[in-house]
């Protein structure tokens, strides 16, 4: 029998995971992506020696990265070594406080009670909630598109975990209710944004987040995270799936309802029996020449302002992550999503992967650093060299309020990601990292789905459609889309 053909419009993390599952079911596949390198926003820079990530620098939930490999009848441990996190990460606080947040139970425990001793008990309480919710999301949202209740047993298994007091609320009025002291408070409001979310508008069900992280723990990968890429790319070529760069698809064809393949910038027609789109779900109307669903600035996920720095000297007392928060973070939140603009005074996080990895750095001397702040995904912000450098020394006073080392003049390279460099290169509105934002109930679980309402054979994978943005999440979109094709294609 003739395999079928699938081709996938972007080689980002979430195509290249669906082309290995679909080869892997006997299927022909293509991976159209439109720069010269797979990855997407999984993407490195390297000169001087100095070797960087310029998007993802923390994995969770490594069980999804693995049973990845196994799908596709690999081991992640033969390709990639994985280095956990000790601490998760170091928090520094505008009045000087700081303290390491670390998954040793005992160690952990000990900054609590000194921070506010009734907080050992909300910790408990909060990572409890978490749990809960990871169990439910385990069987539901994870595993499956959204509004697809058809009921089996695993998943009324999970329901037997509602109602839960909290999960149903605010994300931030329930870390308050959780949490007296105003460090942990900051420190835990920070996770909606893992998806590019505010903690003031979000619901509390993405308490999962920092559970998922302390439980099973936060990971780099040796040689930078990009080396996940390669391995990826490795697996698909091996698997026979085609892998074109400087490839991007202008058109989705259809005949009636049934979409039939695509064009390529350069003219040239692809047949497919399925297509899969992997970059922004909202640009899929303008492809197949309909008035597809639009996504307004303000529905985005938040974007960012990265600087990569190669620092000629070592600098020891850095943590591989740390954050630096600003003064004020309810203004801070108020002016990234509200007001739409570059925070006053940024909350700043810092990774420095060579801390923990020697060979990102030439002759193991130096430190790379990635640099980040939240901004917002607007359209049209035009970042002029003046805004950038207003910006940067925004993010370097909060690093020196924070006891940061003095850098400039020790620089050996340095590069920056504006919104509107992550928009173009990733052909994502306005440099949105995460897709829509997750505020309130409907935006937080009703995104995209894995599948079109109107054409057959087109289909979504990737961090603007179901279940949502970050890595883990990206690779369970391409495990519920690759479902959805084995079940409505074959
Ligand atoms: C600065 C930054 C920091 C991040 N930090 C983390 C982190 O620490 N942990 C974490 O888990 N996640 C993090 N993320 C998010 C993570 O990178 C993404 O959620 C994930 O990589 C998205 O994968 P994807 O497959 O959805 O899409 P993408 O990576 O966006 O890939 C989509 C691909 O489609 C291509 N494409 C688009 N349109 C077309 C077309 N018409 N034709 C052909 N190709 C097309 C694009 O070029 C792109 O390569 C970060 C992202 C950034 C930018």
Redesign the pocket.
């Known amino acids: 029998m003739k395999r079928k053909h699938a081709i996938i ?9 669906t082309a290995l599952r679909l080869a892997r079911a006997n299927w022909r596949v293509t991976v ?4 010269d ?7 490195r820079w390297e000169q001087g020696g100095f070797r960087f990530d ?7 939930m490594r069980r999804v990265f693995a049973e990845l490999f196994e799908a596709a009848g690999a081991r992640m441990d033969e390709h990639l070594e994985l280095v956990p996190m000790h601490p998760l990460a170091e928090y520094v606080y505008d009045d000087g406080t700081r303290f390491r947040y670390s998954s040793y139970l005992p160690d952990w425990l000990a900054i609590v009670r000194a921070l506010e001793p009734r907080d050992v008990d909300g910790f408990f309480r909060f990572m409890r909630l978490g749990a809960r919710l990871f169990e439910i999301s385990q069987e539901t949202f994870f595993r499956r598109p959204p509004l697809d209740f058809t009921p089996d047993l695993r998943a009324l298994k999970a329901m037997r975990h509602l109602p839960l007091r909290h999960a149903w609320d605010n994300y931030h009025r329930t870390v308050a209710a959780h949490f007296k002291s105003p460090h942990l408070r900051q420190l835990f409001d920070r996770y909606p944004t ?1 998806v590019g979310s505010s903690p003031y508008k979000s619901p509390a069900t993405l308490a999962v987040i920092p559970y998922v992280e302390y439980a099973f723990g936060g990971w780099h990968i040796k040689g930078g ?1 990009y080396r996940l890429v390669e391995s990826l790319c490795a697996l698909a070529a091996r698997a026979g799936v085609t892998l074109m760069t400087n ?4 058109r989705i064809e259809r005949e009636g309802r049934r979409v039939t393949g695509v064009v ?2 350069d003219g040239t027609r692809l047949a497919a029996d399925a297509v899969v ?4 779900a909202s ?1 899929a109307g303008a ?1 197949l020449g309909v008035k597809g669903d639009t996504q307004p600035a303000h529905a985005r996920s938040l ?2 302002l ?1 600087f990569l720095v190669g620092v000629k000297r070592t600098l020891p007392q850095l943590a591989h992550h740390a954050v630096y928060f600003s003064q004020d973070y309810r203004r801070e939140f108020a002016q990234l999503f509200d007001e739409r603009k570059f925070p006053d005074d940024p909350t700043v996080y810092v ?1 420095a992967p060579s801390r923990s990895d020697r060979a990102l750095v030439p002759e193991g001397a130096g430190e790379t650093l ?1 640099i ?1 702040a939240n901004a917002p995904a607007n359209d049209g912000d035009e970042w002029t060299e003046t805004k950038i450098q207003e910006a940067r020394a925004r993010v370097f006073a909060r690093l020196r309020q924070g006891g940061f080392p003095d850098i400039e003049s020790e620089i050996a390279v340095a590069d920056v ?1 504006t919104p509107g460099r ?1 928009g173009a ?4 509105p306005g ?1 949105a ?3 829509t934002h997750s505020h309130g109930w409907r935006r937080a679980f009703l995104r995209p789905p894995n599948k079109d309402a109107r054409y057959a054979g087109l289909y979504y ?5 179901h279940p949502g ?6 690779l369970l ?2 495990k519920i889309t690759c479902e959805l094709i084995e079940r409505c294609e074959t």
């Open positions: 419009i972007g080689g980002g993390l979430g195509g290249l995971a159209c992506e439109q720069s390198a797979f990855g997407g926003k999984m993407n310029t998007g993802p620098s923390l994995i969770t893992y995270l490839a991007r698809v202008e390529l910038a789109m992997n970059g922004d640009l492809m974007s960012g990265v990774s990635f980040m990601w992550i290169r990733y052909a994502m440099g990292i995460y897709g994978v990737g961090g603007s459609t943005g970050g890595t883990p999440t990206v979109s391409a």
